[in-house]
């Protein structure tokens, strides 16, 4: 009865099938080369990231809180050997919260500190954009890390023209993106009160217009009762809608061309995924690759044999007895 299996077909295609199963058990690995990243975020936390005009699940949310979901999403699609660290800024500098550790084996602490991040972690109201820009890439000049800084742009108080960041000395010597989060539209600034708690939203007197550090922009003819001691900037109040925040896409255009950054737009996690897995960011190393796959689709396969033939022998048999 035995010799009787063995001359059977499918007794070979359903044992090999087993095998292949049975090797997925095993869990077999392949070298080969694949392209790994390895970026430090830097977010902003400055209050114009409170803002809500992004959408997610049909309800609307915080520019901050989207960034961080789409962070927390593109985790999952990096792969193993990459690294991520994670930093803050505000005021004029950014802080680095950890230097970039492997993606998978740290990604419950990764992600984790980035459900943390909070806009009450700021130490100063303040978000002189460009100077941040600028400190960071200074900061992480001697990390091998591509330098990710998600921000939407808006300076409070607005930058004098006069005192504008220089990136010469450091263009070129980092590589990274700048993510531009938040919306075209102008949309109100939400107001906290000293508990944390929503009191409303920014109103014109309550932020500065215009930057009274240092000399004025303009020539001081043009300067309603201008005094180079006592009133540099004119005695007039300075009028705006710096109480309302939008994405400064322009100026972090401006700002990526200067410091030899790319430039990204935030809209989706697909399209950031996208954006910062370029050659450009890529490195080569050859890793250990799980290709359980192969061996699932050959047992697959092989038991896709068993029944074609099964099928086709009776359609034989139909046939045969429908022509008799």
Known sequence: MFSNYLKNYRFWLLSLALIAMLMVFVRPTQNQPRPIYNYTFIIDITRSMNATDYQLDGQAISRLEYVKHSLR????????????????????????LFEPIEVCQG????????ANVDWRMAWAADSRIASGLLNTLQMLEKLDTHVVFITD????????????S?????????????????GLQ?????????????DGF??????????????????????????????????????GSEHLSALQESYLQALSTEAG???????????????LQIPAFAGQKTIAVDVRWQAAMLALGLAVLVYV???????????????L
């Open 153 to 164: 742009g808006q300076e409070a108080p607005p930058v004098n023209p006069r005192y504008r």
């Open 73 to 96: 999403g593109l985790l999952a699609k990096l792969p193993c050997q990459s690294k991520v660290g994670l930093g803050l800024f505000t005021e004029r500098r950014s802080t680095l």
């Open 202 to 239: 920014y109103r014109p007197d309550d932020v500065p217009h215009r930057s009274t550090f240092g000399e004025a922009d303009l020539n001081p003819e043009k300067i309603q009762g201008y005094n180079a001691r006592n009133a540099p900037f004119g005695s007039e109040a300075a009028v």
């Open 261 to 275: 950054l790319h430039y990204q737009r935030l809209t989706n996690v697909d399209d950031l995924a996208k954006a």
């Open 186 to 198: 102008a949309v109100p600034i939400p107001k906290f009160n000293h508990k944390g708690e929503p």
């Open 166 to 182: 220089d990136f010469a000395a450091v263009k070129g010597k980092a590589k990274g993106m700048i993510i531009g989060a938040g």
């Open 107 to 114: 990604f419950n602490d990764i992600d984790t500190a980035l």
């Open 309 to 323: 033939r099964v099928v086709r022998g009776r359609w034989n048999t139909v046939r045969k007895a429908g022509s």
